[in-house]
């Protein structure tokens, strides 16, 4: 029989895919189905890196790349820590992986022993406590309500740290809920950081750009250059730049910590492609009035959203104040019937049915540590967002 290592079991199937598989399954059987489940920028990659990647190939770019990052490449990223977010890093300081996710798997791999605590601010996305168990560590959720904006208060962050917490994630803008944290709230989180020397900060960027209504990201490095001795700060291509499928993340860090996760790396997956690398540094050198055209949309559509969905009984809608994901809370709905008799006992309930009645994938906050609360994606047009709102609507109106 085949034999599936104790470190897989028990690991939750990430609920993203399951909903985008059942999505999936409904269109092969002809249902017109709209997904806002997947958080996947909809907007084409810069054609500077498109150009910069096929220039590459026919220039015979395409042996080895050291592992950490192709020369060109840490330079940009040394260039844009520093411009964009007032971090200084020799490129020795840099790593570059196949996507954000390989940074946090390389970090945890890198430092976590058996039985260490990582607090994960819920709610949160939700690779960071499946890596964090696959390593053998345990994750700490620490609640971050709705009324408080979704933000990590440091009284809870101070209650959640013992002394085996290795890491604190702290990811803002938030996927799933939106919310940033602003310069005094990093304050507040440094302070109780300053209390526990032994805890490392995993600052996972990756929607720095994708801010709302004037509002700007600031790096908790930044706030705090005190900590930066233990502060891993992460980003990538993915989500500001639409390149989601070129795979290439990247992090700035302590010199030891980056030594050790490029020794992960070096035997897990070598230095990524050498084509997406050339196409990263051209992205990162591209006008930045794209990222701003696509911040700008988001931000129109998100407002859309959110009045479609606050206009509903039994849903509360917090504005995101950032990313690209809309995170109503319906505990007004819970206890009710649909249509076609699914009752709704937990949000997992009201996305299932609200996908095979109304035919609108979501995720359900299960899956990101908070319900009851779905989460939808507006990396998707104003039609299909209109008529998602749409679909939503008469669902709720017909639960009895
Ligand atoms: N961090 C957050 C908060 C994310 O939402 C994602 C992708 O969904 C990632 C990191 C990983 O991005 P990638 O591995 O595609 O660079």
Same mark, same amino acid.
């Given at each position: 029989?085949?034999?599936?290592?104790?470190?897989?079991r028990?690991?939750?199937?990430?609920?993203?895919?399951?909903?985008?598989?059942?999505?999936?399954?409904?269109?092969?059987?002809?249902a017109?189905?709209?997904?806002?489940?997947l958080?996947?920028?909809d907007?084409?990659?810069?054609?500077?890196?498109?150009?910069?990647a096929?220039?590459?190939? %026919?220039?015979?770019?395409?042996? +080895?790349?050291p592992?950490?990052?192709?020369p060109a490449?840490?330079?940009?990223i040394?260039d844009?820590?520093?411009?964009?977010?007032g971090?200084?890093?020799?490129?020795?300081?840099?790593?570059?992986?196949?996507?954000?996710?390989?940074?946090?798997?390389?970090?945890?791999?890198?430092?976590?022993?058996?039985?260490?605590?990582v607090?994960?601010?819920?709610?949160y996305?939700?690779s +960071?406590?499946?890596?964090?168990?696959?390593?053998?560590?345990?994750?700490?959720e620490?609640?971050c309500?709705?009324a408080?904006?979704f933000?990590?208060?440091?009284l809870a962050?101070?209650?959640?740290?013992?002394?085996?917490?290795?890491?604190?994630?702290l990811?803002?803008?938030?996927?799933?809920?939106?919310a940033?944290?602003?310069?005094?709230?990093?304050?507040?989180?440094?302070?109780?950081?300053?209390?526990?020397?032994?805890?490392?900060?995993?600052?996972?960027e990756? +929607?720095?750009?994708?801010?709302?209504?004037?509002r700007?990201?600031?790096?908790?490095?930044?706030?705090a250059?005190?900590?930066?001795?233990?502060?891993?700060?992460?980003?990538?291509?993915?989500?500001?730049y639409?390149?989601?499928?070129?795979?290439?993340g990247?992090?700035?860090?302590?010199?030891?910590?980056?030594?050790?996760m490029?020794s992960?790396?070096?035997?897990?997956t070598?230095?990524v492609c050498?084509?997406?690398?050339?196409?990263?540094?051209?992205?990162?050198?591209?006008?930045?009035? %794209?990222?701003?055209?696509m911040?700008?949309t988001?931000?129109?559509?998100r407002d859309?959203?959110?009045?479609?969905?606050?206009?509903?009984?039994?849903l509360?809608c917090?504005?995101?104040?950032?990313?690209?994901?809309?995170?109503p809370?319906?505990s007004?709905?819970?206890?009710?019937?649909?249509?076609?008799g699914?009752?709704?006992?937990?949000d997992?309930?009201?996305?299932?049915?609200?996908?095979?009645e109304?035919?609108?994938a979501?995720v359900p906050?299960?899956?990101?540590?908070m319900?009851?609360?779905?989460?939808?994606?507006?990396?998707?047009?104003?039609?299909?967002l209109?008529e998602?709102?749409?679909?939503i609507?008469?669902?709720?109106?017909?639960?009895?």
């Amino acid at each position: 029989t085949f034999h599936v290592a104790g470190r897989l079991r028990g690991l939750p199937q990430p609920a993203t895919i399951a909903m985008s598989t059942r999505a999936r399954e409904l269109r092969a059987e002809g249902a017109d189905v709209i997904s806002l489940a997947l958080g996947e920028p909809d907007f084409p990659s810069p054609p500077e890196a498109v150009e910069a990647a096929a220039a590459a190939g %026919r220039a015979g770019d395409t042996r +080895y790349p050291p592992i950490g990052g192709q020369p060109a490449l840490k330079a940009a990223i040394v260039d844009k820590f520093r411009r964009q977010n007032g971090l200084d890093f020799t490129p020795e300081q840099i790593l570059v992986a196949n996507g954000g996710k390989q940074v946090i798997f390389n970090a945890f791999m890198a430092t976590l022993e058996p039985g260490d605590e990582v607090i994960v601010p819920a709610p949160y996305w939700v690779s +960071y406590p499946i890596i964090a168990r696959m390593m053998g560590g345990v994750p700490v959720e620490v609640p971050c309500h709705e009324a408080s904006g979704f933000r990590l208060r440091p009284l809870a962050l101070r209650a959640a740290i013992t002394p085996r917490t290795r890491w604190l994630v702290l990811n803002f803008p938030n996927n799933p809920s939106g919310a940033i944290m602003e310069r005094a709230d990093l304050e507040a989180i440094a302070d109780v950081l300053r209390d526990a020397p032994h805890v490392w900060v995993l600052a996972d960027e990756i +929607y720095e750009h994708l801010t709302f209504d004037g509002r700007k990201h600031v790096s908790l490095a930044a706030v705090a250059p005190d900590l930066a001795g233990r502060i891993l700060t992460m980003n990538g291509m993915a989500k500001a730049y639409a390149m989601t499928g070129w795979r290439v993340g990247f992090a700035g860090g302590p010199l030891p910590l980056i030594k050790a996760m490029t020794s992960v790396q070096s035997n897990a997956t070598s230095g990524v492609c050498t084509l997406a690398q050339a196409g990263a540094v051209a992205a990162l050198g591209s006008p930045f009035e %794209r990222v701003e055209t696509m911040r700008a949309t988001y931000q129109a559509r998100r407002d859309r959203v959110v009045a479609a969905l606050r206009a509903l009984d039994g849903l509360t809608c917090a504005r995101p104040d950032g990313a690209f994901y809309a995170y109503p809370g319906i505990s007004g709905v819970i206890g009710k019937t649909s249509a076609r008799g699914r009752l709704m006992a937990s949000d997992l309930d009201f996305a299932e049915a609200l996908l095979e009645e109304a035919h609108v994938a979501t995720v359900p906050g299960a899956a990101f540590g908070m319900s009851p609360h779905i989460r939808l994606s507006f990396a998707a047009s104003d039609a299909q967002l209109d008529e998602a709102c749409r679909r939503i609507a008469d669902f709720v109106r017909t639960l009895r």
